[in-house]
């Protein structure tokens, strides 16, 4: 069982910066490939892009590529979202969430994910 707890949202100018993290329970954390979604009002849940298990390999959207950065930390059981030039069409819920497969098209779909976070709110203002 692995528990995930997202913070770091909150509300930003069009251009500005927000770092999420995810926090994880669990001694399993390292076993685990952690993804990050969101989802905006009406739409469906969005890829936003993961890591792998051990860190080497990420993938991203198209629509956040060069913009966000995924990374790691396993001394402290922490996946963070580094989000940098954001638009306001990035507003939505960000949820993090661990799976035990990681390939380039698993990493994209929801339902290979294990557990999820509860998501945290961020709103990019024009």
């Known amino acids: 069982q692995v528990q995930l707890v997202e913070s770091g949202g909150g509300l930003v100018q069009a251009g500005g910066s927000l770092r999420l993290s995810c926090a994880a329970s669990?001694?399993?954390?390292?076993?685990?490939?952690m993804g990050w979604f969101r989802q905006a009002p009406g739409k469906e849940r969005e890829f936003v892009g993961a890591?792998?298990?051990?860190?080497?390999?990420?993938y991203y959207a198209d629509s956040v590529k060069g913009r966000f950065t995924i990374s790691r930390d396993y001394a402290k059981n922490t996946v963070y979202l580094q989000m940098n030039s954001l638009k306001p069409e990035d507003t939505a819920v960000y949820y993090c969430?661990?799976?035990?497969?990681?390939?380039?098209?698993?990493?994209?779909?929801?339902?290979?994910?294990?557990?999820w976070g509860q998501g945290t709110q961020v709103t990019v203002s024009s």
């Open positions: 669990g001694r399993t954390f390292g076993t685990y490939a």
């Open positions: 890591i792998s298990w051990s860190g080497r390999t990420t």
């Open positions: 969430a661990a799976a035990r497969q990681f390939t380039s098209v698993t990493t994209q779909i929801p339902d290979e994910y294990d557990y």
